[in-house]
Nanobody, 121 residues
């Protein structure tokens, strides 16, 4: 069984910062990519940032220059440093992993339970 557990959400004022963390655990054989998505009320889930096995990163245009994704040495831990947060950043943030796990021959998508980020004065 694979689990992705997020932490670090909360309430922050506009212009403030938060750091999200996500750790994947279980019988993980390979990490193809890990990243963050978010879903605001009434909206579709959207990609925020992703980091693939080579270390290359992808960012949504709306967060470029303000958010930074990074990972731990084991590649199964991922962080999202969010600076200069805007009210539009209020959403549930989900950790995502594209992983190969024991007993499977190909990768699958795994999700965390989500952590609430509220940007408000």
């Amino acid at each position: 069984q694979v689990q992705l557990v997020e932490s670090g959400g909360g309430l922050v004022q506009p212009g403030g910062s938060l750091r999200l963390s996500c750790a994947a655990s279980g019988s993980i054989l390979s990490v193809y990519a890990m990243g963050w998505y978010r879903q605001a009320p009434g909206e579709k889930r959207e990609l925020v940032a992703d980091i693939i096995s080579s270390g290359s990163t992808i960012y949504a245009d709306s967060v470029k220059g303000r958010f930074t994704i990074s990972r731990g040495n084991a590649k199964s831990t991922v962080y999202l440093q969010m600076n200069s947060l805007k009210t539009g950043g209020t959403a549930v943030y989900y950790c995502h992993g594209r992983l190969v796990v024991a007993g499977k021959s190909s990768s699958d998508d795994y999700w965390g339970q989500g952590t609430q980020v509220t940007v408000s004065s």
